[in-house]
Each structure stands twice: as structure tokens, then as C-alpha cells.
């Protein structure tokens, strides 16, 4: 058997295949990366490991396993994942701009067989997790994730018809003025933590969205394919990426195992 790992910055990603041929996906926290040497060291039937991921070299130095181990480029193996994940869910894209939203977000440019890193920004899933654990004390994904579903950004984002009161506001109303900018124009002094939580997803699925466009612009894609485990199970983030990527006139792909694209590609490329 071939495993692919993705030993990602937050999540090492494990892809493999099981005996009817559909793809078997698990995560284990990359700070804790003994769990994954545990899974591999528990699976005598692995002849060969493909790796790809910022933490390769840690989890190698962990492994110290006599298998054959290929490394393959992070970003050609996000790549291959995606073409994969975009053949097996019946989608037909030879150009779009992918936008790999970890722990970081790196944006890239794929035109059939070429593709190209265009950019990135630190804001990312790191970044989601990292302020609500600071503004509302919870860090467990999943939770947050829950609890922003339920919150209301009206009482902290500050939106362009909030300014433009009265009057006929130059670009769309509902449209971001300012994330967090009624908070010193308001006197509330307490906020819920599911509306703290929905306001943070969206500044950073703006920003993600935001920047994305940009490069869809300049390459003249239509679509966008958003990916990583920040989407992961995170209908909220993904309706604000949505809502704004069709605003502005581009077509936003979400991949239904969006997570594991790297430790696909890590397994394919064996
Ligand atoms: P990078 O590619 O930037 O090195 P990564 O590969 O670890 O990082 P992903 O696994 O794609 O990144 O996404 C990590 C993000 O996914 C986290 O920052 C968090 O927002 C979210 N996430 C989803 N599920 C979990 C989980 N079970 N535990 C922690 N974070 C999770
Ligand atoms: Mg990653």
C-alpha cells in the first residue's frame, strides 16, 4: 500500500486507498506529530510514503522508517490533488485560480498542465482560530465554527449603508466599510461570542476573498476554487466567500474533501 502525507503547519494530512480504491483521509495536530509516527507505525502494510508539507523534515526526523519515502513539492502536489478532487467531482476547469486556505493562505494560478504560486497573505485559518481564541477564549475548531453559524455581524461590522445613511451610497450598500469599525462608533460595550465569532470568520474570508479576485482579474479566470481545512465543515466561511466571489463577478469551486488535496497529490505522484 502508498500512503500520501501532508504534514501541514496545523494538520498532517494522511490520504490512502482502501481495497475497493476510494480514497481514506485522516488529520492528526501537527504539534503533536508522535500520533502520526503511532498511525504509520500501526500499518505494517505501507511499502511506500509520498510527503509533501512545510513539516516534512520534523515528521521525517520522527519517522525514521525503512520505507521508501518520495517528497514532492508542496505546491505541485496541491495542484495534482485538485485536478483530481475536480475530475472525481464531475467538474470540468483546465484554468482557475486555486486559493489553499491553511494555516496561511497561498494563492496559485493553474492553466492546464502549468500552474503558478501568484501570491498569499498570513490571514488564514491560523488567523480564524488565533482571534477567537484571544476575543472569546474558545479555540476548538469545530466549536467555533458551530457557534459562528448562529452570530450576527451587524452590531460590530461596520457596512457602507451605515455610513451613507440617507443617501444613495456609491458602491453596494450591504458591501463592508469597515470589519470591527461600529465598535467605536457604537457605545456597546458587550458583544456575544457568536456574533464576536461570525464577524472574525468574515473579515478573514473577505480578506481571502478579496485578494483572490484580484488575482482572478489579472489572469482573467473565471473561477476560483477555494481549498484547505479551514473549509472544512465550515458552511459559514464558505457562504461569505460565496456571497462575495459572486458579487464580484467570478465563479466560486469548493471541494468536498477541500482539506486533503496535498496528501493526495503526495499519494498520486508515487
Ligand atoms: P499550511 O498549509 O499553511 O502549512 P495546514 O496545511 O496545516 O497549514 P490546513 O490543514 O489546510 O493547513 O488548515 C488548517 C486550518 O484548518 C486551521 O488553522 C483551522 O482553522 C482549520 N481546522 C480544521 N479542522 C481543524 C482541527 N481539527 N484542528 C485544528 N484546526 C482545524
Ligand atoms: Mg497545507
Given amino acids: 500500500k502508498t500512503i500520501g502525507i501532508d504534514a501541514g503547519g496545523t494538520l498532517t494530512k494522511v490520504a490512502y486507498l482502501n481495497d475497493q480504491n476510494e480514497f481514506q483521509f485522516k488529520a492528526f495536530p501537527s ?63 483546465q484554468k482557475s485560480i486555486i486559493t489553499n486556505v491553511g494555516t496561511g493562505t497561498s494563492i496559485h494560478y493553474m492553466d492546464n498542465e502549468k500552474h503558478v504560486r501568484v501570491g498569499g497573505t498570513g490571514i488564514g485559518g491560523g488567523t480564524l482560530t488565533g482571534l477567537a481564541t484571544i476575543i472569546t477564549g474558545l479555540s476548538d475548531f469545530k466549536e467555533i465554527t458551530e457557534i459562528a453559524k448562529q452570530g450576527k455581524r451587524e452590531f460590530i461590522d461596520l457596512f457602507v449603508k451605515d455610513i451613507f445613511e440617507g443617501m444613495e451610497p456609491p458602491i453596494e450598500g450591504h458591501l463592508t466599510a469597515s470589519n470591527f469599525g461600529k465598535v467605536n462608533l457604537l457605545n456597546n460595550t458587550s458583544y456575544k461570542i457568536p456574533d464576536l465569532l461570525a464577524t472574525i470568520q468574515a473579515l478573514v474570508g473577505e480578506v481571502i476573498t478579496t485578494l483572490s479576485i484580484q488575482y482572478a482579474d489579472m489572469k482573467n479566470s473565471e473561477t476560483i476554487i477555494y481549498i484547505g481545512s479551514t473549509l472544512a465543515n465550515n458552511e459559514h466561511l464558505k457562504e461569505v466567500i460565496a456571497n462575495y466571489t459572486i458579487l464580484k463577478k467570478h465563479t466560486p469551486v469548493f471541494l468536498k474533501d477541500c482539506g486533503f488535496s496535498g496528501a493526495i497529490g503526495a499519494l498520486l505522484n508515487k
Avoid: C
Avoid at 46 to 54: A, F, L, S, W
Fill in 31 to 93: 504539534k503533536d506529530l508522535s500520533m502520526v509516527k503511532e498511525w504509520i507505525e500501526s500499518f505494517p502494510e505501507i511499502e511506500e510514503i509520498g510527503i509533501t508539507g512545510g513539516r516534512t523534515e520534523q515528521l521525517l526526523s520522527k519517522l525514521k522508517i525503512n520505507k521508501p519515502i518520495d517528497y514532492v513539492v508542496e505546491f505541485d502536489a496541491t495542484i495534482k490533488g485538485v485536478k483530481y478532487l475536480l475530475k472525481k467531482e464531475g467538474h470540468n476547469i
